[in-house]
C-alpha cells in the first residue's frame, strides 16, 4: 500500500482521481490496465488458486454462492489465471468442504496414537 501511495505521489495522481499513471502524469489507458491484469495472472499462480477454491467451495452453498464465484472466476480468467490450474484447485475446493463437514479426529490417520 506504501508504494501505490508513492507512485500517486510521484505522478501527482488526484486523491479522487485515477491512481495509476504514466511518467509523465497522464492516467493509464484502460487498454494498459488489462495488460497490466494479465501481466499479473500470467506471474502470481495465486489467481487460478482464488477461480478454483472460489469455484470448488461454492458447490454446496446454493445457487447465490455458485453465481458469486462464477463472476470471481471470470475475474480472475480476464486477470490472466493460467485456466489449465483451475480444475485442479476447484478439486482442492471440493476437498476442503468435504473436510471441514468431517467431525473433528475423525480421520483415523489424524488421530495420535495410544499411549500403552
Given at each position: 500500500m506504501a508504494r501505490l501511495a508513492q507512485h500517486a505521489q510521484e505522478r501527482h495522481a488526484p486523491p479522487d482521481g485515477q491512481l495509476l499513471r504514466y511518467a509523465d502524469?497522464?492516467?493509464?489507458?484502460?487498454?494498459?490496465?488489462?495488460?497490466?491484469?494479465?501481466?499479473?495472472?500470467?506471474?502470481?499462480?495465486?489467481?487460478?488458486?482464488v477461480a478454483g477454491l472460489a469455484l470448488g467451495t461454492s458447490e454446496s452453498?446454493?445457487?447465490?454462492?455458485?453465481?458469486?464465484?462464477?463472476?470471481?472466476?471470470?475475474?480472475?480468467?480476464?486477470?490472466?489465471?493460467?485456466?489449465?490450474?483451475?480444475?485442479?484447485?476447484?478439486?482442492?475446493?471440493?476437498r476442503r468442504v468435504n473436510v471441514r463437514r468431517k467431525p473433528p479426529f475423525s480421520d483415523p490417520a489424524m488421530r495420535a496414537p495410544r499411549r500403552p
Open positions: 502524469g497522464r492516467p493509464i489507458t484502460h487498454r494498459r490496465y488489462d495488460h497490466l491484469w494479465d501481466r499479473i495472472g500470467r506471474h502470481l499462480p495465486w489467481v487460478a488458486e452453498k446454493g445457487e447465490e454462492y455458485r453465481v458469486r464465484a462464477q463472476a470471481v472466476a471470470e475475474l480472475c480468467c480476464l486477470a490472466g489465471a493460467d485456466e489449465p490450474l483451475i480444475p485442479g484447485w476447484i478439486d482442492e475446493g471440493r
